[in-house]
């Protein structure tokens, strides 16, 4: 069964960082493009980044102003989300998810080549 796991999620202070980490199992990570959406509360799906196969195309949300950085590591079917200098307005659930088409937008949950995963909670706040 095709799965994706996120984790590394919680409560942190504002300015701190926190290091949200995807795992997959069940198919060829390194095949799939990784997608970071999040969802604040009561808000829509937020689209923050890409990271292609090999981790040599990536591109962020303007909205971040460069915070936060994606990366992988196809050995180990894992990929990461590094979040620097956290804002109140960085809470949300954060979502990783795997897709085989490129994008610059949150691939659609509802297509079942698209690899959710349960999301992991991301809390900023004093």
């Known amino acids: 069964e095709e799965q994706v796991v996120e984790s590394g999620g919680g409560l942190v202070q504002p300015v701190r960082s926190l290091r949200l980490s995807c795992v997959a199992s069940?198919?060829?990570?390194?095949?799939?493009?990784i997608f970071w959406p999040r969802q604040p509360p009561c808000q829509v799906f937020e689209w923050v980044l890409t990271i292609s196969q090999y981790g040599r195309y990536k591109r962020y949300a303007d909205s971040l102003r460069g915070r936060f950085t994606a990366s992988r590591d196809n050995a180990l079917n894992t990929a990461y989300l590094q979040m620097d200098s956290l804002e109140p307005e960085d809470t949300a659930v954060y979502y990783c998810?795997?897709?085989?088409?490129?994008?610059?937008?949150?691939?659609?949950?509802?297509?079942?080549?698209?690899?959710w995963g349960q999301g992991t909670q991301v809390t900023v706040s004093s």
């Open positions: 069940g198919f060829t990570f390194g095949t799939y493009h």
């Open positions: 998810v795997a897709s085989r088409i490129l994008r610059l937008d949150t691939p659609p949950r509802t297509d079942p080549d698209n690899y």
